[in-house]
């Protein structure tokens, strides 16, 4: 089955500075990448996803970009505020019929 | 749409005691999700049901836990008996399987502590 390897397990940055988590993936089969941002005491909640069929993916301080040929995507986020820190996830999926295989999370905090 | 709804979300009980954690999926979903978080093993899939079946349940810890989802808009995760083990965040998440994207919409959560 899949298996989705998450790095780094926590990540400090300063407020303005970039953020970059990264991803690998096992199954060639995959063709979903969501990323999830949970704060604290709060639900998993999807912030940005791509699919196989792109490289990359902006949502306005936030970008995804994918390698299918190493099997790894990463997101990126430029000018961190706090607000931002909170716990990330990346997932994979290598259907619409399976359910997503999470990483174990990313904890970043953004210091003001 | 008020989307995934969990309850409660509190629970303590006492070791031994039974526990049930309710969940009603988003509208039309055909997917249900069962997670267990906890600081040291992360988002754990406890189990799913496509169409109200369960599809895979090798995520269940032990014949302690057991889940049921008797229609399309609720389903249930019991534990009995509890153990203070299986203090966690338990998170119920419902999607809209066979699409291109699997978004899955989580739940509140339901934090439970045996004591």
């Known amino acids: 089955g899949e298996n989705v390897e998450q790095h780094p397990s926590t990540l400090s940055v300063q407020e303005g500075d970039s953020a970059v988590i990264k991803c690998t993936y096992s199954?060639?089969?995959?063709?979903?990448f969501p990323w999830y941002k949970q704060e604290l005491g709060k639900r998993p909640q999807l912030i940005i996803d791509?699919?196989?069929?792109?490289g990359e993916k902006k949502d306005q301080r936030i970008a995804v970009t994918l390698n299918k040929t190493a099997k790894h995507f990463s997101l990126h986020i430029t000018e961190t505020q706090p607000e931002d820190s909170a716990v990330y996830f990346c997932a994979a999926s290598p259907s619409g019929n399976t359910p997503l295989v999470f990483g174990k999370g990313t904890r970043l905090s953004v210091i003001a | 749409d008020a989307g995934v709804i969990q309850s409660p979300r509190h629970e303590v009980t006492e070791m031994g005691q039974e526990v049930t954690l309710r969940c009603k999926p988003i509208?039309?979903?055909?997917?249900l999700f069962w997670y267990r978080q906890t600081m040291m093993r992360g988002l754990e899939l406890l189990i799913y049901f496509n169409n109200n079946v369960p599809i895979d349940d090798s995520g269940m810890p032990e014949d302690r836990f057991s889940a049921k989802m008797p229609n399309a808009s609720f389903s249930t995760l019991k534990i009995q008996p509890s153990e203070p083990r299986d203090s966690a965040v338990y998170f119920c998440a419902s999607s809209l399987s066979g699409t291109a994207k699997n978004i899955q919409y989580f739940g509140a959560g339901t934090r439970l502590s045996v004591l």
């Open positions: 791509i699919r196989s069929n792109v």
């Open positions: 509208s039309g979903h055909n997917s």
């Open positions: 199954d060639s089969a995959s063709n979903y």
